[in-house]
């Protein structure tokens, strides 16, 4: 399994036009995961369909070739 945190302070819509913060995203297994501060993965009606604001922790080169990674 490979896990590396690329983000965090994530502020967000979700697909059901709630706003979540304090997000973090991982990349697990060449897939981008969003999990909320309580470990709860974003996913269904509750994935982010937008990112307002976020910490980035990698390089623009390394977010460039997660954004392109599939969405868990």
């Known amino acids: 399994m490979n896990n590396l ?3 965090t302070n994530i502020k967000a819509v ?3 036009d709630t706003e979540v913060e304090n ?3 991982f990349l ?3 897939k981008r995961v969003y999990k909320t501060s309580d470990n709860t993965v974003l996913t269904g009606n509750k994935k982010i ?3 307002l604001n976020a910490t980035s922790l990698v390089p623009i080169e390394l977010l460039t070739y ?3 990674r599939g969405y868990e």
């Open 66 to 68: 997660i954004s392109t």
């Open 23 to 25: 997000v973090k995203g």
């Open 28 to 30: 697990i297994d060449d």
């Open 14 to 16: 979700l697909e059901d």
């Open 5 to 7: 945190l690329f983000a």
């Open 49 to 51: 369909k937008n990112i």
